[in-house]
């Protein structure tokens, strides 16, 4: 990776990140996930497992801990060429993708919100874990997600990944072209699957036009649907930020060309304006998350600026009793072949007790550090709500 520009090379030195961990890259399995996972009968999915090991000549198994997660062990293997991909039984997706996306603990029932959606791998999961997991057909009453980002290309990139994808899932999708910062629609009212419920409903709803999603059913298109004023009980912000923690997202500069990743990482006031969007983010999918709800603050960065320090300034606005940053049970000690999380970054002295109590709050985020965990990079924060 010695072919880094000085521009990437000297935010990679701002931010205290080793460039090192790009080495990392061509050493480390591969991951993907099975898709349609819960529909899939365990014969089905050993001989799928049997298929992949085969045709990539390497160790194939599934990841216990992160549902439906395959580790193929040679990190060479092109995904897009083999035959499980081409017919749409599996996609590639980093295991800290799934670590993010599990952290969230959705269960049936669940209105999810993910705030930076696209192009939409994390929610395509999310709705595959709001399915009931007993093989059974996704019924409607499973929960809702809401996808919203700002980006039209983006999220027409997500929009084909549900519709190829996603299954029945796709009645309960819904999407949104729309600033993260400011989204203000809540989840949809409870019964919106049941054309009796909408239609008595009819003459009461407000006369207000709702903003219809982007994208949805026409039972998610409805205007009892899109009034719904209910907060959400899951929430998910995967933020916008520098990708430097994403490996193989930053080696493809290598053959792109290393001047697009000047432009597109480290351009203008990028690495400062960056962390005020995700503040922006963060404080906007708590505005909209319900009491007693969970918040996953997530970023593919390893920058401490877009990490523990957007945490930082959160937590200072919001007292202990109103948020908790809870442990991440899935990831403690490596278990069932989850990756080995490292602790979160802190200054080796602090200013002043408030500071030192707040880093204090903040212990139970972790870091994926790809040089102890074998995976991209990315940070993780599981917020609970109190109040
Ligand atoms: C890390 S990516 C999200 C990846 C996605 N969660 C997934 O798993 O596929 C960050 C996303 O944030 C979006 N974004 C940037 N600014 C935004 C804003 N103000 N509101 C909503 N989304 C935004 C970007 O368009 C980008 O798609």
């Not at 490996?247 to 432009?263: F, M, S």
Request: net charge neutral.
């Amino acid at each position: 990776m010695a072919q880094f520009p000085p521009a990437y090379l000297a935010f990679l030195k701002e931010n205290h990140i080793d460039p090192k961990i790009y080495e990392k890259q061509k050493l480390q399995p591969r991951y993907a996930r099975i898709l349609r996972f819960n529909q899939r009968t365990l014969s089905e999915i050993t001989k799928l497992i049997e298929q992949i090991a085969s045709e990539a000549q390497c160790a194939v198994a599934l990841v216990p801990s992160i549902r439906g997660f395959l580790r193929i062990n040679d990190p060479l293997v092109k995904l897009n060429q083999l035959e499980a991909y081409k017919a749409g039984d599996i996609m590639g997706i980093d295991i800290s993708s799934g670590v993010a996306a599990m952290s969230l603990d959705v269960r049936p029932g669940d209105n999810v919100l993910d705030l930076c959606c696209a192009p939409g791998a994390k929610l395509l999961f999310l709705a595959e874990l709001l399915e009931p997991h007993n093989g059974k057909e996704a019924a409607n009453t499973c929960g809702t997600v809401t996808g919203v980002d700002v980006s039209l290309h983006r999220m027409a990139t997500c929009r084909s990944l549900v519709k190829k994808h996603s299954g029945k899932n796709k009645q309960f999708i819904r999407l949104y072209v729309q600033d993260g910062r400011t989204f203000g629609i809540g989840a949809p009212k409870a019964g919106w699957w049941d054309p009796q419920v909408v239609q008595k409903a009819a003459r009461e709803l407000p006369k207000e036009v709702p903003v219809k999603p982007w994208f949805g059913t026409k039972m998610m298109q409805s205007k009892y649907a899109c009034l719904g004023t209910d907060l959400y009980d899951r929430v998910l912000v995967d933020a916008e930020c520098t990708h430097d923690g994403s490996l193989a997202h930053v080696v493809k500069y290598e053959r792109w060309g290393w001047d697009r990743l000047d432009e597109q990482v480290v351009n203008d006031d990028r690495p400062q304006s960056v962390p005020l969007l995700q503040q922006q983010l963060l404080e906007n999918g708590w505005q909209m998350l319900k009491p007693g709800g969970t918040l996953v603050y997530s970023t593919c960065s390893l920058s401490r600026f877009q990490n523990e320090l957007v945490l930082y300034k959160f937590l200072s606005k919001h007292s202990d009793g109103e948020v908790k940053v809870e442990p991440i049970e899935l990831l403690q000690d490596g278990k069932d072949g989850s990756p080995v999380a490292s602790p979160i970054w802190q200054p080796d002295s602090f200013t002043d007790g408030k500071e030192q109590e707040i880093f204090a709050r903040m212990q139970n985020a972790v870091r994926l550090d790809p040089q102890v965990s074998g995976t991209s990079g990315m940070f993780i924060a599981r917020l609970r709500k109190f109040q």
